[in-house]
C-alpha cells in the first residue's frame, strides 16, 4: 500500500465516449446537441455491427472456451468484485488546471444556434463577393489587379496578423489533460459543458424511457457492482471522487456503452452479451469512465468549432472564386471531408488510444485481469470475419481498428500488470486467456480445415469460412 501511495504516473504520454457515436436525435435540435458532444464513446456504434456474435460467458473463467454457448446473467452475488481487493492509492495525476472565466467561450448552447448561420453568413458574402466581382466592368477590374500588386505586402501582413491571432487564441486555451499531462485545447466552460450533457442526459432518458431495466435486475446490479468497484479503487483521483457515477442499463441489443461528462453511465445489453467475462466489462466500462474523466467531450468539442471557425475563411473563398455555384458545393463539400479525414477521424482515434490507457489503469487498480483487455477486441474482430464484414481501412473509421487497438492494449499490458502489483492485488491464477484465445483460434481454424469437402476448390459464400460451434 505504501508503494501504491508513492507510485506517480504523471507525464506527457499521448495516445472521441468510446464506442461509436449514438444515433442521431429526432428533432433539430437534438441533432445539433449531439454534434456539440460528439465524441469518441466506447464500445459503440462501429461494434453494434458485431451484436450476438461474441456473446459469452459473462462470469466464465477466462479461460473458458470461446465456442461453448452458455446462458448469461444467471448470477447473484457472484457477480460482485471481491471485497478483498484493496483500494489501491496510486496517483495518477498530472499537473492540472482550469480555464479562467475569461477564457471560457459563451454558453456551449449558444454555438449550437450560431455554427449553421456562420456557414450561410460565408456562404453569402462568398457568392455575393463572386457577383460583384463579374459585375465590373473590365477596365476597373484591371485597376483592382493593379492596385492588388502595389499593396501585396499590406495584403500579406493582414494576413499573417489575422494568422497570428489564430495561434495565439489557440495557445492561450490550452490546458493538460488530466492525469496523463497531454497538452490539449479547451475553449468551453467545464461547468457550462456540464450543464449541456444534463440537457443530453433528458434526451436520452426520453429515447431509452420503455428499455430502462430496473434496479432488481441481475444485469443491473452487475454493471452497478463493477462501477462501483472501479470508481472505489481510483477513488484517490480527484476527477474520479468529483463525479457522482449513476447507472443505466438499457435493453438494447447493440453492442455499446458511453459515459455522459456528468457520470451518467450507459450500458447496452448488447454489450453485456459480447463480454466473455467480469475481466472484460471491467476494461470497457473502465475505458468509458476515463473518457469523462479525460473531459474528452469538451475536448473534442472545442477542436471541432475551432477547426470550423477557420474552415469559414476557406468557405467565404470558395464561394468566391468558384465560377459556378455547383463548383462551389463541390468544393465546399471536399473541404469538409478533408477536415473530417486530416483531422476530426485521427484526433478522435488519438483519444479512444488515451482512454484505452487509462481505462486499463483504471482497471488495473481495481484488481483487473488486465490480461483481458486485448482478447475482448480480438474476439471482436473475429465476429466481424464470422459475419463477412469488409475490413475498412483504419483512416475511414472515429475509432482505431480492433486489430490495432488489441495490439495497442498488448503493449500497455506490461505497465498495467505492475500498477495491478503494487496495489498489493491477488495474485493471477489459471492460465493466460490471450493464450487460451489463441489456442481455441487454433483448434477452430484445424477443424474448419478438417471440415472442408475434398472436391470443392471453392467457399459457398452464404456459409462462414469457418464452421464456429458458437460465437
Same mark, same amino acid.
Given at each position: 500500500?505504501?508503494?501504491?501511495? +508513492?507510485?506517480? %504516473? ?8 468510446? =464506442? ?49 454457448? $452458455? ?11 471481491? +471485497?478483498?481487493?484493496? !483500494? ?16 471560457? !467561450? ?7 444556434? /450560431?455554427?449553421? =448561420? ?45 494568422? &497570428? ?21 479547451? &475553449? ?68 455499446? !456503452?458511453? /459515459? ?14 459480447? /463480454? ?12 468509458? $469512465? @476515463? ?9 473534442? @468539442?472545442?477542436?471541432?468549432?475551432? %477547426? ?19 463548383? =462551389? ?25 488515451? !482512454? ?9 487498480? =481495481?484488481?483487473?485481469? /488486465?490480461? @483481458? ?31 490495432? +487497438? ?6 500497455? $499490458? ?58
Amino acid at each position: 500500500r505504501n508503494r501504491c501511495q +508513492r507510485l506517480g %504516473l504523471s507525464g506527457n504520454a499521448r495516445n472521441c465516449f468510446s =464506442a461509436g457515436n449514438p444515433d442521431s436525435y429526432r428533432n433539430s435540435f437534438g441533432k445539433g446537441l449531439r454534434c456539440l458532444l460528439d465524441v469518441p464513446h466506447t464500445s459503440g456504434q462501429e461494434l453494434n455491427r458485431n451484436a450476438h456474435h461474441s456473446s459469452g460467458r459473462f462470469f466464465s473463467q477466462s479461460s473458458q472456451p470461446l465456442g461453448e454457448k $452458455i446462458p448469461s446473467f444467471l448470477i447473484s452475488s457472484v457477480g460482485q468484485p471481491p +471485497r478483498r481487493f484493496p !483500494a489501491c492509492n496510486i496517483q495518477i495525476n498530472g499537473s492540472f488546471h482550469t480555464s479562467t472565466s475569461l477564457q471560457a !467561450a459563451p454558453v456551449p448552447l449558444f454555438w449550437i444556434i /450560431v455554427k449553421p =448561420a456562420q456557414k450561410l453568413f460565408a456562404i453569402i458574402l462568398g457568392r455575393s463577393i463572386r457577383n460583384w466581382w463579374k459585375a465590373l466592368p473590365p477596365n476597373k477590374r484591371e485597376l483592382f489587379k493593379e492596385s492588388a500588386r502595389k499593396n501585396k505586402w499590406k495584403i500579406l501582413l493582414g494576413v499573417s496578423s489575422l494568422g &497570428v491571432v489564430f495561434v495565439m487564441f489557440y495557445f492561450t486555451h490550452l490546458e493538460e489533460t488530466p492525469i496523463t499531462g497531454r497538452a490539449r485545447l479547451l &475553449v468551453f466552460g467545464k461547468e457550462h459543458f456540464r450543464e449541456l450533457s444534463q440537457m443530453e442526459y433528458d434526451m436520452w432518458m426520453e429515447q431509452f424511457k420503455n428499455q430502462m431495466l430496473p434496479e432488481t435486475d441481475a444485469r443491473y446490479q452487475v454493471v452497478e457492482r463493477v462501477v462501483g468497484h472501479l470508481s472505489e479503487s481510483n477513488k484517490d483521483i480527484p476527477q474520479v471522487s468529483a463525479l457522482k457515477w449513476v447507472i443505466h442499463v438499457v435493453d438494447e441489443p447493440g453492442v455499446n !456503452a458511453f /459515459v455522459l461528462p456528468n457520470g451518467q453511465v450507459f450500458v447496452f445489453t448488447g454489450l453485456l452479451e459480447a /463480454v466473455s467475462d467480469i475481466h472484460q466489462l471491467s476494461f470497457i466500462l473502465g475505458h468509458e $469512465i @476515463a473518457h469523462a474523466v479525460l473531459e474528452h467531450a469538451a475536448e473534442k @468539442a472545442s477542436l471541432v468549432h475551432f %477547426l470550423d471557425f477557420l474552415s469559414l475563411i476557406f468557405l467565404t473563398m470558395i464561394w468566391a472564386i468558384c465560377p459556378r455555384d455547383s463548383l =462551389a458545393v463541390v468544393g465546399q463539400w471536399i473541404q469538409s471531408k478533408l477536415q473530417e479525414f486530416m483531422f476530426d477521424r485521427p484526433y478522435s482515434r488519438t483519444l479512444e488510444a488515451e !482512454a484505452d490507457k487509462v481505462g486499463l489503469q483504471f482497471a488495473a487498480k =481495481a484488481c483487473v485481469d /488486465v490480461r @483481458a483487455s486485448s482478447v475482448f477486441w480480438q474476439q471482436m474482430e473475429l465476429a466481424e470475419a464470422i459475419q463477412g464484414q469488409p475490413k475498412l481501412p483504419e483512416w475511414l473509421s472515429t475509432h482505431p481498428s480492433h486489430e490495432n +487497438r488489441a495490439e495497442h492494449l498488448e503493449r500497455l $499490458i506490461p505497465e498495467a500488470l505492475k500498477i495491478r502489483e503494487s496495489c498489493n492485488c491477488p495474485s493471477l491464477s489459471g492460465p493466460d486467456p490471450r493464450l487460451i484465445f489463441r489456442l481455441n483460434m487454433q483448434h477452430l481454424l484445424e477443424s474448419s480445415k478438417g471440415q472442408k469437402p475434398p472436391n470443392s476448390t471453392k467457399q459457398d459464400p452464404s456459409k462462414p469460412k469457418l464452421d464456429f460451434p458458437h460465437a
